[in-house]
Nanobody, 122 residues
Framework: QVQLVESGGGLVQAGDSLRLSCAVS????????MGWFRQVPGKEREFVAA????????YIAKSVKGRFTISRDNAKNTVYLQMNSLKPEDTAVYYC???????????????WGQGTQVTVSS
C-alpha cells in the first residue's frame, strides 16, 4: 500500500515563501511520477506541477510558472514544492499524487496524500 504524507502548509502573507514536502512509502519511489495539485471549495482539483520518474524534466502550470518549482529526492523518498512570491489566489488545499504512469491530469494518479492547507493573506 502506497502512502503519501504532505507537510509544510500554513498561513503566510502575500509575497512569502513556503516549501511543501510529500513523503512516500510502500513503493519504489524512483519509479513514480509525482505531482502536486490544489483544490479550493467548490472547484475541481487543479494541476500545479509534476516531475516524472526519469527524463530530468518538470511540468509547471502556467498560473504558477516562475514562482513554483518541483523537485524530488529519491534517497529520501520525498517530493518538494517550493512556492515563492505567494499570492492570495494560491490559497488552497495542496495534494500530492503519485503513479508509475501519470502526467498533468489528476485522474491519472492512483495514489494521493491527505492534503495540506496553504493560506495566503493579502
Amino acid at each position: 500500500q502506497v502512502q503519501l504524507v504532505e507537510s509544510g502548509g500554513g498561513l503566510v502573507q502575500a509575497g512569502d515563501s513556503l516549501r511543501l514536502s510529500c513523503a512516500v512509502s510502500g513503493r519504489t519511489f524512483s519509479g513514480l511520477t509525482m505531482g502536486w495539485f490544489r483544490q479550493v471549495p467548490g472547484k475541481e482539483r487543479e494541476f500545479v506541477a509534476a516531475i516524472p520518474a526519469s527524463w530530468g524534466i518538470t511540468y509547471i502550470a502556467k498560473s504558477v510558472k516562475g514562482r513554483f518549482t518541483i523537485s524530488r529526492d529519491n534517497a529520501k523518498n520525498t517530493v518538494y514544492l517550493q512556492m515563492n512570491s505567494l499570492k492570495p489566489e494560491d490559497t488552497a488545499v495542496y495534494y500530492c499524487g503519485a503513479d508509475p504512469r501519470a502526467g498533468v491530469t489528476g485522474s491519472e494518479y492512483g495514489y494521493w496524500g491527505q492534503g495540506t492547507q496553504v493560506t495566503v493573506s493579502s
